[in-house]
């Protein structure tokens, strides 16, 4: 390595040289027009040698030595024009203070000086050039797709220049599109900024464009929205640059395009909380983490480490959960907090006892649950056992424990339920109230609910995306049916907010926006796939399955709703259960449990939920 490091500052020496002497030698041979006279060969001959010798050093001081040629920006050349002034600088002030004896001409010193750029600079660009296009840029074949980039501003200029520079990419940008009506009809890297982006679908058709690639990575979830359709309603394919922070932390670059997907579209501004309150609540605590290996329980996780408890505990009872966390989040979390992870089944009341004996957590968060309302159906014993009776059971080993704060992860399913799982998370939130209002207890427990996180496993959007890429048909429950939706960081960040609003005996829900109707997904995401509804891929209507409705809801008919100090979270407040509801429910529950009787189970749930209205087989049969 250093040989070959010596080998290239010698070669650049000897480049500099034989530029720097001949653009040296043509001013003479230009200002006599090619007829130098003795008197002046005679100068040019003395003086090449330590004019040559001063260019050097100044270039070597500017760091054109140890420069990477195939880079060539502006910063570059400014840095050659400053090693080629200065020379100039000095041998014209020689000049003068020689009256011109022993020293070139001033017109000889200002050929030089432009003559000595250029060449420098060309043989730069030529460098540029070369890695550019590399043999397999060359050899490649010249099918290019025409781009037209919505934004022209610094990431557009930057993604128009990597595609020029690069045409192993096949990308040709024919116009931007902007709104800075001061951009308009300017050119950026010789490309036109044809029109306001409103004018997408034209400009489109002018240039013969057939992807767009939207640049503006800061903009709003509601206008990347808008130019999507403008795109779609066009015909054309829609890609996206990088999140603005990937690119900044060097973590992306702007040529890594990504097709847009509906959680670019369906989400919205970023949620502002209150750092202070939850670093309040969290900082140097012992925090336990349930379900740690799930969507929400693996975006607990990474807000939770941003606040720097003093520990942190993650169970789930899936291995390659809790091996995914390790690997994904945990592995990356700053030193300072001491993580530890276990698999356990948070129905083995032993194993808890014995973790809270010994970690003795301070807060903690229970996201453990089965939450998947068609698979649960059929198994209503299944879903009461892990979120029902689990959580009462968790709940009062926390009691027992002095726990500060014990958060449960609910759900909108649990609002006037018509689900076994909706019903046995109603029951979850019954029980961590009467925990609450137990004799001695000095827990704050409180639930917090919210509807379908986006992309979560088992959600209806991986759903479509795999049903789209074995070509279809999409099903869909019901025309009508419409279902909230938020991004998993979005609820987190406003679970830990409510977190810090409670005080004991609450439930939190959090502002879930418009409910969208699942049939206009589909057809989004249909579209995004560069599909066409009923000519490339049909959907299909196959009714509600037990224990779907129709729509979510937001509030118990018994609840009173009432604001809090985020406008993004409401608090709810019922009358808690009595004291005795756990005890008396599960001793109806454990003989129909060893039966496996699953109508008459959801018939004892609904005494103790009058409001649960579940799909059963033969409502007169018993």
């Not at 807000?303 to 945990?330: H, K, R, T």
């Not at 990356?332 to 993580?339: L, M, S």
């Not at 891929?537 to 129709?550: H, M, T, Y």
């Amino acid at each position: 390595m250093t040989r070959y490091l010596n080998l290239h500052i010698l070669g650049l020496l000897v480049t500099y040289a034989i530029l720097g002497s001949g653009s040296y030698w043509l001013a003479y041979e230009l200002r006599f027009d090619f007829n130098v006279t003795e008197q002046y060969e005679l100068v040019r001959v003395q003086t090449l040698w330590w004019v040559l010798i001063l260019k050097l050093m100044l270039l070597v001081a500017f760091g054109q030595l140890e420069c990477v040629l195939a880079y060539f920006r502006l910063p570059d050349a400014l840095r050659i024009l400053s090693a080629l002034v200065i020379p100039a600088i000095i041998l014209i002030s020689m000049w003068y203070i020689y009256a011109g004896k022993g020293v070139p001409p001033r017109s000889v010193i200002l050929s030089d000086f432009q003559m000595s750029f250029l060449g420098l600079t060309a043989l730069r660009i030529l460098f540029r050039i070369k890695s550019s296009h590399s043999l397999t840029d060359w050899m490649a074949p010249k099918q290019t797709k025409n781009v037209l980039i919505v934004g022209a501003g610094e990431v557009g200029a930057g993604l128009c220049s990597e595609f020029m520079s690069k045409a192993r990419l096949g990308m040709q940008v024919v116009a931007f599109v902007d709104d800075d009506p001061q951009k308009i009809g300017r050119y950026v890297h010789g490309v036109l900024v044809a029109a306001p982006v409103n004018e997408l679908s034209s400009v489109a058709q002018s240039y013969d464009a057939n992807k767009v690639v939207i640049a503006f990575p800061s903009a709003s979830i509601k206008r990347a929205r808008e130019v999507t359709e403008l795109a779609q309603r066009a015909g054309l394919s829609v890609e996206t640059v990088p999140a603005l922070s990937d690119l900044v932390s060097g973590r992306a670059e702007i040529t890594q395009l990504r097709p847009i997907q509906l959680e670019d579209l369906l989400g919205r501004t970023a949620v502002d909380l209150n750092s202070s309150d939850i670093e309040s609540m969290l900082s140097t605590k012992r925090v336990l983490i349930t379900g740690a290996g799930g969507s929400i329980g693996c975006e607990l996780t990474k807000q939770i480490l941003s606040y720097a408890p003093g520990s942190l505990l993650c169970i789930d009872q899936a291995e390659m959960a809790i091996f995914n966390l390790q690997q994904e989040i945990i592995d990356g979390c700053a030193a300072t907090t001491d993580v530890q992870t276990k698999v356990l089944d948070v129905g083995d009341a032993e194993s808890l006892r014995a973790i809270f004996k010994s970690f003795k957590p301070e807060v903690v968060f229970h996201a453990a649950a089965h939450k998947h309302v068609n698979l649960m159906e059929g198994q209503p014993a299944e879903a009461l056992k892990n979120n029902f009776i689990a959580t009462a059971q968790l709940a009062s080993i926390a009691s027992a424990s002095d726990v500060e704060r014990f958060i449960l992860i609910s759900t909108d399913k649990a609002i006037n339920p018509t689900s076994a799982m909706g019903a046995s998370k109603r029951l979850a939130e019954m029980a961590i109230q009467e925990q609450q209002i137990v004799d001695g207890n000095k827990t704050q427990f409180m639930a917090v609910r919210f509807g379908n996180v986006l992309g979560s496993s088992g959600s209806v959007i991986p759903i479509f995306r795999r049903q789209i890429q074995l070509g279809g048909p999409v099903t869909v429950t019901d025309p009508e049916v419409t279902r909230f939706f938020m991004t998993v960081k979005e609820s987190v960040g406003l679970v830990l907010q409510s977190a810090t609003q409670g005080s004991g005996g609450e439930i939190f829900v959090l502002d879930m926006g418009e409910s969208l109707k699942i049939v206009d997904i589909a057809r989004q995401m249909i579209a995004l796939s560069g599909l066409k509804e009923g000519h490339d891929i049909d959907i299909e209507f196959i009714g509600l399955r037990a224990g779907e409705k129709v729509y979510e809801e937001v509030q118990h008919l018994s609840e009173v709703l009432q604001t809090t100090s985020h406008p993004r979270i409401r608090r709810f407040i019922g009358s808690p259960p009595k004291e005795t509801f756990i005890q008396e429910l599960l001793d109806e529950l454990r003989p129909l449990f060893e039966s496996n009787n699953s109508e008459e189970i959801k018939r004892r749930i609904q005494k103790w939920i009058p409001e649960y209205q579940p799909a059963l087989v033969d409502s007169n049969s018993k």
